[in-house]
């Protein structure tokens, strides 16, 4: 048992090619990491792994999936060696009981995954564990998945989602990366950014009630959704801090929420 529990962290993880890039992100995701305590494993929640049911990766060495298609073939060749962590998974099993978990053996580590924690981590020498995200079921149920989940954070696990709060490819400006977001996706972001400050998940989980702003910025919710377990494992009163708190092409957050004590200089300067 850790004397504080580890932040839990909600990566804006933006396009897979970050992976060959250096930047203020990549390198705000490795002050953050170098900030935090080693974490002894990480369990992850990717918006890039969706099932019919809940699963989680029980695997000694889970394979870098590249999950992608038109990009160059130097990403296809990153690789992420980090070992999983077959007791992890157990546990995190035993925590979600009676909620059936499947111990999955094919998966790996998808590019929501391994496009952060190359720059965060990049000796891949701490176990990680993906935890997959059930597609049937309600937001409020992912949030409950969070609470159930939060006690890990005592054990030294580190508890990381990666999507972005706003994620619509088809309207992104790819001419101009880092100008004016359209009005919807800052409205949006700002909305869900002022309910984590002031600890209302319920206007998170509800973030639909939020109309066509909504609709706009989460098309397609499976890049929201990790958000939702990251905000599950909030302890009462915990404080929230951003980081890489920008929209990029218009229409993609790269906002990142840490939950937890972290040296509040590292965030800034990140």
Same mark, same amino acid.
């Given at each position: ?9 909600? @990566? ?40 019919? $049911? ?16 038109? @990009?160059? *073939?130097?990403? !296809? ?16 099993? =035993? ?14 580590? +998808?590019? $929501?995954?391994? =496009?952060? #924690? ?7 020498? &701490?176990?990680?564990?993906? #935890? ?5 079921? =309600?937001?409020?149920? *992912? @949030?409950? /998945? $969070?609470?159930? #989940? ?8 580190? /508890?990381?989602?990666?999507?972005? &709060? ?10 101009? *990366?880092?100008?004016?977001?359209? +009005? ?14 002031? +600890? ?9 009630? %939020?109309?066509?702003?909504?609709? %706009? ?6 890049? !929201? ?15 929230? =801090? ?29």
């Amino acid at each position: 048992m850790t004397p504080t529990p580890m932040p839990a962290v909600f @990566f804006g993880h933006g396009s897979p090619m970050i992976a060959l890039e250096t930047n203020d992100t990549t390198a705000a995701w490795k002050a953050l990491a170098d900030a935090m305590p080693r974490p002894k494993a990480i369990l992850c929640v990717s918006a890039h792994w969706l099932t019919r $049911g809940t699963a989680v990766t029980a695997m000694p060495r889970p394979k870098t999936i590249h999950d992608f298609g038109a @990009f160059p *073939r130097a990403l !296809f060749e990153v690789e992420y060696p980090a070992p999983g962590d077959i007791a992890l998974a157990e546990r995190v099993k =035993s925590l979600l009981a009676p909620t059936p978990v499947a111990l999955d053996q094919d998966w790996g580590l +998808d590019h $929501g995954t391994w =496009s952060v #924690l190359c720059k965060a981590y990049p000796t891949a020498d &701490i176990p990680v564990v993906q #935890l997959s995200m059930d597609a049937t079921i =309600s937001d409020q149920a *992912r @949030f409950d /998945i $969070g609470r159930s #989940l939060s006690v890990l954070r005592d054990e030294g696990v580190l /508890i990381m989602g990666t999507g972005n &709060i706003v994620h619509n490819l088809g309207r992104m400006d790819w001419s101009a *990366r880092y100008g004016a977001p359209f +009005d919807w996706a800052q409205r949006f972001n700002n909305a869900m950014r002022g309910a984590i400050a002031n +600890d209302t998940p319920e206007a998170v989980i509800s973030y639909g009630a %939020l109309g066509a702003d909504a609709s %706009l910025a989460a098309p397609t919710p499976d890049h !929201f959704w990790p958000l939702l377990y990251v905000l599950g494992v909030r302890r009462p009163g915990e404080t929230a =801090s951003f980081m890489t708190d920008h929209i990029e092409h218009g229409s993609l957050s790269m906002t990142g929420v840490v939950l937890g004590e972290v040296d509040a200089a590292t965030l800034k300067a990140a």
